[in-house]
């Protein structure tokens, strides 16, 4: 029998599945469903046992206790008026069902996706060096994700003067705007021994942030070497990717891929996944 995994370390998803099982649960009896509907389509906010016996065609005696179970989950709530009691539907919890629904079924899906991504990495983790700058985490956080499917080394630049929200959109995108670099380390990578680079940088005043010109003016033994250009923004991709692709290409670098990503795809797994398949397909081509 497979262990049990301890509470602490069961996965984020956990608390979700058992709520939601329970719901499920509660809302397999058709007629419960049919109870839901007619306080969800109710107007009055008086039904009572005897009306939803009515109009379910079942007895007050089997509402009732299908009533007990919708509350119990916080899918209706009562409200007693004199010697009589309404019951509504608990709208907010219906929102919280579905909200759970969704996340969960998002986890899902991006883990059958990684799974069926790597079936596709038949020799095992990729020999990729995955480059980039992240300023605010987006970026970083892209790059985690393929790095998780892919394997590879993650390098991540650094400027030496640290910018802050207000100098990164002034003199950071000032700097951008003219194609300047930034001082950053490391200032030289050494990237003869992979198959393929992946670079990464956000958009600033649509083109590269200025470490992302240093990062590619710093990489060594490149010539001759295949590379996968992602770029992040957040409302014009601009002319990054041309940009950053010409100065590769000046170093001696083929561009066997591009992609262009808004903050929300970089939240989105199906969006995720595909930058993966298409940096697959470039290391195998």
Known sequence: MAAEVPEDNAPDECPQVRDLAEAFKVLSDANRLRILFHLATDTTGTLGVSDLAARVGISQPAVSQHLKLLKSDGLVESERVGFHVNFTLNRARMVQIAGQFEQVRSIVLSRCNQQLVREKIPEGPLNIAIIYYSYSGITRGLMEKVQEVCGGDLIEIHTLKKYRSFTAFTTGCLRSRNEEKDQVTPDTIDVSAYDLLVIAT???????????????????????KKAFVCT???????????????NLEEKGVVVAGEAAFSRRETEDSHHVMELIRMIIEAYQT
């Open 202 to 224: 956000p958009v600033w005043a649509w083109k590269p942030a200025p470490a992302a010109n240093s990062l590619v003016s710093g990489l060594i033994g490149c010539a001759g």
């Open 232 to 246: 992040t923004y957040s409302s014009n991709p601009g002319h990054c990717l041309p940009i950053l692709k010409k």
